[in-house]
């Protein structure tokens, strides 16, 4: 651990040192805004040095992530940046061990973040857990709509926002990992400057009700290199699916690629010629607990499951999640009591409780891994009872 150091959280006159140092470690524009500000749904914590050096940084962000229904508090990390000279020397695990203190205390259950670097997090417990992808297609390779579907689009208007945050949340919520898209870097509305930050939204109609809708980027040019960017694009069926794709591949003969993120299975990605299309960017993210007791808690489980297991944790980092837990899962709702015994069959760490709780692999595999110990004669399936709930994905980069 670096010596003499204090971690507190910033004020505003840090600031403006905690943008020198984001801008040092990220390479952002060289003029600072002319004003930074506290900002809302975030806490921004920072390490000093004996001199009163502010040598490293890291953001919570207080975002909501949707897990089968219900709504999961989070503790979600970036910004995480030390001074180089002081690298190595503990500043980080002081600054991050801090953040999940307070997001503890103020009631997250679950943190996740996007690692330039994975070790330094994996030795905090974090863990890849999944990978955002944008791909790039062939524009004049996307499906044209079938003649006589009900659903029509045109321009999205101010007027359309209310019901594009509900398409959304009702796309969201029933899946696992997704954000709210409130607080943190979202405020209270994202729709806010949806249509002066785009060059379009287009959105999707049927029988009066939104069932669709896109937003996207023409980008420049008309020529071989012209690149359509859709930015977030959600369809409630088939059909709405269908006529979002005619109106991003009618851009064939001036945008010949289509840039677009590509998530788990969805009305959209059941239509998209995946199989010919290449990776534009892979996004690694790393998940891990905050409070195991809320992460079981607040979430859905899968209504069909029922079953109990006990396990051992030791999280040293948060020493709140360690000794030994036993897991029940039954009518759509978990919970997760401590129970007193010796050496348990079955000890996890952090990040193999991240694997597991984001459907991101089996009990078997994190044996192997080294990510959870296994008495002899002890089943470790019995533990994937934690993992019996749909792979998370997230689509929001922070």
């Known amino acids: 651990m ?17 943008w020198r ?20 749904g975030m806490t921004r914590w920072g390490a000093f040095d004996a001199t009163g050096r502010l040598v490293g940084k890291a953001t919570d962000l207080h975002h909501t992530q949707w ?22 020397s503990g500043v980080a695990r002081a600054v991050l ?27 905090l417990g974090w863990e890849i857990c999944g990978t955002m992808r944008t791909v790039d297609l062939a524009t004049a390779t996307l499906p044209r709509p079938r ?23 009702e796309y969201a919520r029933h899946r696992c990992g997704l954000l709210a898209r409130r607080g943190g870097w979202y405020g209270e509305d994202w729709t806010g400057e949806l249509l002066t930050e785009s060059d379009g939204l287009t959105v999707v109609e049927e029988a009066g009700r939104l069932v669709g809708y896109a937003v ?21 069926g088939p059909d709405a699916a269908q006529v979002l794709l005619g109106v991003l591949g ?12 590509a998530p788990q299975f969805d009305a959209v990605s059941a239509r ?16 891990r607990p905050v409070d195991v007791v809320r992460a079981v808690a607040d979430r859905g489980w899968p209504v069909a499951v029922r079953g109990a297991v006990e396990f051992g944790l030791a999280d040293p980092v948060a020493p709140w999640n360690s000794g030994g837990w036993r897991l029940e899962i039954a009518d759509g709702r978990g919970s997760l009591t401590p129970v007193e015994h010796g050496e348990p069959d079955l000890a996890l760490t952090p990040g193999g409780f991240a694997l597991l709780y984001c459907g991101a692999a089996g009990a078997a595999a994190l044996v192997e891994a080294g990510l959870l110990r296994c008495s002899a004669g002890a089943d470790p399936a019995a533990l994937d009872l934690l993992g019996c709930g749909p792979h998370a994905q997230l689509l929001d980069y922070f």
């Not at 140092?21 to 809302?40: I, Y």
């Not at 203190?101 to 030795?123: E, I, K, N, Q």
């Not at 009618?250 to 945008?255: E, L, N, P, Q």
């Not at 998209?272 to 998940?287: E, I």
């Open 147 to 169: 003649p006589g579907l009900a659903p029509t689009a045109r321009p999205g208007t101010p007027a359309d926002l209310p019901a594009v945050r509900r398409l959304y949340e």
């Open 250 to 261: 009618s851009w064939d003969s001036v945008a010949p690629t289509l840039r677009l993120p």
């Open 97 to 123: 061990t801090a953040l999940l203190r307070a997001a503890r205390d103020r009631g997250a259950a679950v943190s996740a973040l996007f690692p330039t670097v994975a070790a330094p997090y994996r030795a």
């Open 272 to 287: 998209l010629p995946l199989s010919a299309g290449r990776d534009r960017s892979r996004h690694p993210w790393m998940h």
């Open 67 to 88: 897990w089968s229904g219900r709504a999961v508090p989070c503790a979600d990390v970036a910004g995480v940046a030390v001074l180089p000279e002081a690298r190595g």
């Open 2 to 18: 670096h010596s003499a150091i204090e971690v507190r959280e910033l004020a505003e006159p840090d600031l403006a040192a905690a």
């Open 216 to 236: 996207w980027q023409r980008g420049r040019g008309y020529d071989a290199e012209a690149v359509l960017t859709v930015e977030d694009m959600v369809a409630a």
């Open 21 to 40: 140092l984001g801008r040092l470690a990220f390479g952002g524009p060289p003029d600072m805004p002319p004003v930074v500000h506290p900002r809302p």
